[in-house]
């Protein structure tokens, strides 16, 4: 186990997934620039392309980690702009599904493309990559745990 002692801001795990995270924020905010799409909204387009089915607000929030007062706004945006359409359902008026445009489905490619394009500057190979994904999963992971025992012990 590893005995951390916070001394230097630069040596905590924190403020480097914190520094990362801002940075990767303003990255992608260029490289969606051109679509009109904020990180969050492209994220958000990421669950609905690969679902290519009606979701409701709260499996995209489940699949996001966004709770529905983050998520709302958000999909407005996202249904103003055109990228998708909010149904209610016949059976339970309270439930809502989204569903991609015609638009967001022509557009796709292009997006994707331009984030593939942008990513490619950083230049990082898949190893790296792919070990940096996995590691701030386990990440991710061992804290959403930690957070719910503490949870169930207030």
């Known amino acids: 186990m590893l005995d951390h002692k916070p001394y ?3 040596d905590e795990l924190c403020f480097a997934i914190y520094s990362a995270q801002k940075s990767y924020n303003k990255f992608y905010s260029e ?3 051109q679509f009109g799409l904020t990180y969050p909204q492209y994220i958000t387009m990421l669950v609905l392309w690969e679902e290519r089915r009606p979701m409701m607000i709260k499996e995209i929030g489940k699949r996001l980690n966004l ?3 983050t998520l709302t706004p ?6 103003h702009n055109g990228w998708i359409t909010r149904t209610r359902s016949g059976v339970d008026g309270r439930r809502v599904y989204l569903e991609l445009t015609p638009m967001a489905k022509e557009k ?5 493309e331009a ?3 942008s990513f490619r ?8 990559y792919t070990t940096s994904v996995g590691l701030l999963h386990r990440i991710a992971a ?5 957070n719910n025992t503490l949870e169930d012990h207030k």
């Open 142 to 146: 061992k804290l959403d745990d930690l």
């Open 115 to 117: 984030v593939s394009y």
């Open 74 to 79: 958000l999909l407005k945006r996202l249904e």
């Open 8 to 10: 230097h801001l630069e």
């Open 121 to 128: 500057l950083i230049d990082m190979d898949s190893d790296e």
């Open 108 to 112: 796709e490619k292009s997006v994707k």
């Open 31 to 33: 490289a969606l620039r």
């Open 67 to 69: 709770d529905t007062g």
